[in-house]
């Protein structure tokens, strides 16, 4: 006789071995395994059949069909009759509809990790769709652009005013805390090395030309791609996901017209002002460097910015954040547009659509490096 918590065994007459399943049976508390059984039939080799006693379960769910099923495979491979007699009848009923229709061979697939070539097949086919799809995006933009020089692009005003609000209002304090921060780090990174040379004016050179032509446009619009093309992805993503988009197709109105549009002229419109607002706050931030630490009055300090800067370094440096705002609510919306119909792509549209705006933007960074470098701005 061999006992283990849930299971009793006890060979009856020197040919049936009897199985005594007790107490309570659930997949949460865990199960003893058909292993044990196996045992006791190595163990006891004149064994002829298997019968079952349950008077003393109490509770069970699943896991003893689990466990019944895995022993009558044993009894077969081992060409033993199972007595299910001594079961429950419904446990009797849950087998025989377990074992009526047996699993074909071949019906589980195989889980093989794809080859090199595959991957690599798979991603270009995916970039590849990509491309298609941000090439057609692109093109029915321009088309919804047309539409707008010629009056005839249909969205409400309202929209474009509470997405100016948002897009610039609302994003003045991030703004002012990054772009401070990153004229504090330019001047103090230059004051330790203009310093040793006795060149401390300098300084407000290096702050005052990097935030007007890069720095300025260039956080504004990462900033904006991490708080507004994020935003604008999941928001219409959502729309996807209620089916929001397709009320507005069967409606008749253009989803480019009435969700893309507004949000690209938001941006538009208020990414040059967040980039001059930028560039000053980025020159305050290296002032509070250079009055604290270089001992240079304030007076100083920006007369020194106002000659090193020129009109044509503003200019350069607004027209570059107008760029960036169109990158970043086209990849915003377009990923919010490519969401799926879940949660969790909502999530994933707006992770895309950041790490997209700030590639487009660095990217566009080092396009205009290039340009400019060759009109010699």
Same mark, same amino acid.
């Given at each position: 006789?061999?006992?283990?918590?849930?299971?009793?065994?006890?060979?009856?007459? !020197?040919?049936?071995?009897?199985?005594?399943?007790?107490?309570?049976?659930?997949?949460?508390?865990?199960?003893?395994?058909?292993?044990?059984? +196996?045992?006791?039939?190595?163990?006891?080799?004149?064994?002829?059949?298997?019968?079952?006693?349950?008077?003393?379960?109490?509770?069970? !769910?699943?896991?003893?069909?689990?466990?019944?099923?895995?022993?009558?495979?044993? *009894?077969?491979?081992?060409?033993?009759?199972?007595?299910?007699?001594?079961?429950?009848?419904?446990?009797?009923?849950?087998?025989?509809?377990? +074992?009526?229709?047996?699993?074909?061979?071949?019906?589980?697939?195989?889980?093989?990790?794809?080859?090199?070539?595959?991957?690599?097949?798979?991603?270009?086919?995916?970039?590849? %769709?990509?491309?298609?799809?941000?090439?057609?995006?692109?093109?029915?933009?321009?088309?919804?652009?047309?539409?707008?020089?010629?009056?005839?692009?249909?969205?409400?005003?309202? !929209?474009?005013?509470?997405?100016?609000?948002? *897009?610039?209002?609302?994003?003045?304090?991030?703004?002012?805390?990054?772009?401070?921060?990153?004229?504090?780090?330019?001047?103090?990174?230059?004051?330790?090395?203009?310093?040793?040379?006795?060149?401390?004016?300098?300084?407000?050179?290096?702050?005052?030309?990097?935030?007007?032509?890069?720095?300025?446009?260039?956080?504004?619009?990462?900033?904006?791609?991490?708080?507004?093309?994020?935003?604008?992805?999941?928001?219409?993503?959502?729309?996807?996901?209620?089916?929001?988009?397709?009320?507005?197709?069967?409606?008749?109105?253009?989803?480019? +017209?009435?969700?893309?549009?507004?949000?690209?002229?938001?941006?538009?419109?208020?990414?040059?002002?967040?980039?001059?607002?930028?560039?000053?706050?980025?020159?305050?931030?290296?002032?509070?460097?250079?009055?604290?630490?270089?001992?240079?009055?304030?007076?100083?300090?920006?007369?020194?910015?106002?000659?090193?800067?020129?009109?044509?370094?503003?200019?350069?440096?607004?027209?570059?954040?107008?760029?960036?705002?169109?990158?970043?609510?086209?990849? %915003? *919306?377009?990923?919010?547009?490519?969401? %799926?119909?879940?949660?969790?792509?909502?999530?994933?549209?707006?992770?895309?659509?950041?790490?997209?705006?700030?590639?487009?933007?660095?990217?566009? *960074?080092?396009?205009?490096?290039?340009?400019?470098?060759?009109?010699?701005?």
């Amino acid at each position: 006789m061999a006992d283990n918590s849930q299971l009793l065994f006890n060979l009856a007459g !020197d040919s049936t071995l009897k199985v005594q399943l007790r107490g309570v049976w659930r997949l949460r508390g865990g199960r003893p395994s058909a292993a044990l059984v +196996e045992h006791e039939l190595e163990s006891a080799r004149q064994v002829r059949d298997i019968a079952f006693d349950t008077r003393e379960l109490t509770s069970w !769910d699943s896991s003893v069909l689990t466990f019944l099923v895995e022993v009558s495979e044993l *009894c077969r491979q081992r060409n033993i009759p199972m007595n299910r007699e001594g079961l429950p009848v419904g446990v009797q009923k849950l087998l025989a509809l377990a +074992e009526a229709v047996p699993e074909r061979k071949g019906a589980r697939r195989e889980v093989t990790e794809p080859s090199f070539l595959e991957r690599v097949g798979t991603d270009t086919l995916g970039f590849a %769709g990509s491309t298609k799809e941000m090439l057609a995006f692109l093109g029915d933009m321009t088309m919804t652009f047309l539409a707008l020089l010629r009056m005839k692009a249909r969205y409400r005003a309202s !929209d474009l005013f509470l997405l100016i609000q948002q *897009c610039g209002a609302e994003a003045l304090p991030i703004v002012t805390l990054i772009s401070f921060l990153v004229g504090v780090i330019l001047a103090f990174v230059g004051a330790v090395q203009l310093k040793q040379f006795g060149a401390q004016i300098y300084v407000a050179d290096l702050v005052g030309i990097a935030m007007m032509r890069e720095m300025g446009a260039m956080m504004t619009g990462i900033i904006m791609a991490g708080r507004t093309g994020a935003a604008f992805a999941a928001q219409i993503g959502t729309m996807k996901v209620t089916q929001e988009v397709d009320a507005f197709t069967t409606a008749g109105f253009s989803p480019l +017209e009435f969700l893309v549009l507004p949000r690209v002229m938001a941006l538009i419109l208020m990414m040059p002002l967040l980039c001059l607002y930028a560039d000053f706050v980025g020159v305050i931030g290296g002032a509070v460097i250079g009055v604290g630490m270089l001992d240079l009055s304030w007076t100083t300090y920006f007369n020194e910015t106002a000659n090193a800067i020129s009109l044509t370094d503003i200019a350069g440096g607004v027209f570059k954040a107008s760029v960036y705002g169109v990158l970043i609510a086209l990849s %915003g *919306c377009l990923r919010g547009l490519q969401s %799926g119909n879940s949660s969790s792509a909502v999530g994933d549209a707006a992770t895309s659509a950041v790490v997209t705006g700030i590639v487009a933007i660095v990217m566009a *960074c080092g396009i205009f490096a290039v340009i400019f470098y060759i009109l010699g701005i």
